[in-house]
């Protein structure tokens, strides 16, 4: 079965600092999902990859998925307090079943 | 008007009792979910239906038991609670062919058993 391994476990930057949370899967990825989580809340779809070498953006959160399908990026630029929460990204394995998701990062951003 | 709504947002029982968790969307979907949340935010799928008929049943103890009345909703009981059983219990839901960037989740319900 599919796993995704997501890294750093957790992450504490100053306000203002750029990072970069990983996602890297076992399998091709078909299609690769970021989503953030803040405490209490369910999760919040972000981003969606499917094409090798793909990038988006949206706001300051930049998602790139390698040319080989099997590594995605998160980027955020110029943190802020309203980027803190879990980030999770999520597979589909392709049989049209449900999501998978990795372990999560979860981003505290200091003021 | 949420989208996806769960009903508690809180449960705390005693070992050995029986809980439901209920849940309903409004979106229209055809396809609901429940994940499991485990204290290190391992988010887990549970069970999958589409069209109130079971597509995935992951490997769950049969004390979890799904139930769909009709294509909005989607209820979870838990027979014979664990310690282990506590968790963030997610559900969501999809329309089938629309990708899971329409994957829609209600905020949790926080279990725990005691």
């Known amino acids: 079965s599919q796993e995704l391994e997501q890294s750093p476990q957790s992450l504490i930057v100053q306000e203002g600092k750029n990072l970069t949370i990983n996602c890297t899967s076992s399998k091709t990825l078909y299609g690769l999902y970021w989503y953030k989580q803040k405490y209490g809340e369910g999760l919040i779809f972000l981003m969606m990859l499917q094409k090798g070498g793909e990038e988006k953006s949206h706001e300051k959160i930049t998602a790139k998925l390698d040319e080989k399908k099997q590594q995605s990026s998160l980027h955020i630029t110029a943190s802020q307090p309203s980027h803190a929460g879990i980030y999770l990204c999520?597979?589909?394995?392709?049989?049209?079943?449900?999501?998978?998701f990795g372990k999560g990062t979860t981003l505290s951003v200091s003021s | 008007d949420t989208a996806v709504s769960q009903t508690p947002k809180y449960l705390v029982t005693q070992m050995g009792n029986d809980k439901s968790i209920k849940c309903e969307q409004n979106l229209g979907h055809d396809t609901m979910y429940w994940y499991k949340q485990d204290s290190k935010k391992f988010l887990k799928i549970m069970f999958s239906y589409n069209n109130k008929e079971l597509i995935i049943n992951e490997t769950v103890p049969n004390r979890f038991s799904p139930k769909s009345p009709d294509k909005a909703h989607l209820n979870l009981h838990i027979n014979s609670l664990e310690l282990g059983d506590s968790a963030v219990y997610f559900c969501?839901?999809?329309?089938?062919?629309?990708?899971?960037?329409?994957?829609?989740f209600g905020s949790g319900t926080q279990l725990s058993v005691l």
């Open positions: 969501a839901s999809s329309q089938a062919g629309q990708g899971y960037e329409k994957l829609f």
């Open positions: 999520g597979a589909d394995s392709g049989a049209g079943t449900a999501l998978i």
